[in-house]
C-alpha cells in the first residue's frame, strides 16, 4: 500500500463548479498535510496545509481532514481555467509538525472546462 | 512566502559527465533543504535531506556516491549527480525550509536534466 494516495484522474470539471481533490494516507501518525498545485514543467507551488481536523478554508480553496478515516481532500469553489494543473497531496508522516519530510501522493490531474 | 532560487533551470550534458545543482534560500535562512526527482507523470520522489554542516540523509535505494549533496551555508544546497546517465534525466527539484519554528517548505523552480 502506497503511504499517501489519490486518484491520478484526469478530473474534468465544468467552469464555475465545485472541483473535488481525495487524497487519503497510511500513517496514522500523521500531523501535518499539504496540497501542492503543480503546472506542466513547473515545480510545485503550496496552496494550504491543514493539522486539525475539520475545514480550513482560504479563499475559493477549502481543506478538510478527517484524521480518524485518514482522508484530506481539497475542494476549489468557483473552478477556473486557470486551476486546471496537478494537485499533488503531501503528508509529514514523521508526527512532527511542520514540513519536514514530505511524501506526496501520485497527483491528482484537474481541467477546467471553460 | 519565501523565495527559493533554483540554477540552472536546464541541462543537456553527455552520458559520463557530471552536472551540478544549485539551491539558494534568497531571503532566509535554511538549515535543511530536500532534493526530489520527478519522472514524467510520476510524483515527487525525495531523494535526500540535506543539512547545513552535516552528512545528508539518504533515501533508501539512492546512491550517495552518485548523487554528492553538499550544504556548506544556512543558504545553499547543491545536488551533483556524477557520471550521468541517460537514466538520470529528470526532473530535480530542491525545497528549503525556514530555519527555526515551524514553516512549510519552499521548493525551487525545479532543474530538467537530460543526459544524452
Known amino acids: 500500500q502506497k503511504e499517501v494516495e489519490q486518484n491520478s484522474g484526469p478530473l474534468s470539471v465544468p467552469e464555475g463548479a465545485i472541483a473535488s481533490l481525495n487524497c487519503t494516507y497510511s500513517d496514522r501518525g500523521s500531523q501535518s498535510f499539504f496540497w501542492y498545485r503543480q503546472y506542466s514543467g513547473k515545480s510545485p507551488e503550496l496552496i494550504m496545509f491543514i493539522y486539525s481536523n475539520g475545514d480550513k478554508e482560504d479563499g475559493r480553496f477549502t481543506a478538510q481532514l478527517n484524521k480518524a478515516s485518514q482522508y484530506v481532500s481539497l475542494l476549489i469553489r468557483d473552478s477556473q481555467p486557470s486551476d486546471s494543473a496537478t494537485y499533488l497531496c503531501?503528508?509529514?508522516?514523521?508526527?512532527?509538525?511542520?514540513?519536514?519530510?514530505?511524501?506526496f501522493g501520485q497527483g491528482t490531474r484537474l481541467t477546467i472546462n471553460p | 512566502g519565501a523565495v527559493v532560487s533554483q540554477h540552472p533551470s536546464w541541462v543537456i550534458c553527455k552520458s559520463g559527465t557530471s552536472v551540478k545543482i544549485e539551491c539558494r534560500s534568497l531571503?532566509?535562512?535554511?538549515?535543511?533543504m530536500f532534493w526530489y526527482r520527478q519522472f514524467p507523470k510520476q510524483s515527487l520522489m525525495l531523494m535526500a535531506t540535506s543539512n547545513e554542516g552535516s552528512k545528508a540523509t539518504y533515501e533508501q535505494g539512492v546512491e550517495k556516491d552518485k548523487f554528492l549533496i553538499n550544504h556548506a551555508s544556512l543558504t545553499l544546497s547543491t545536488l551533483t549527480v556524477t557520471s550521468a546517465h541517460p537514466e538520470d534525466s529528470s526532473f530535480y527539484i530542491c525545497s528549503a525550509r525556514v530555519t527555526g519554528g515551524f514553516t512549510e517548505a519552499f521548493f525551487g523552480q525545479g532543474t530538467r536534466l537530460t543526459v544524452v
Open positions: 503531501a503528508v509529514n508522516p514523521g508526527g512532527i509538525q511542520g514540513a519536514q519530510k514530505l511524501v
Open positions: 531571503d532566509f535562512q535554511a538549515t535543511t
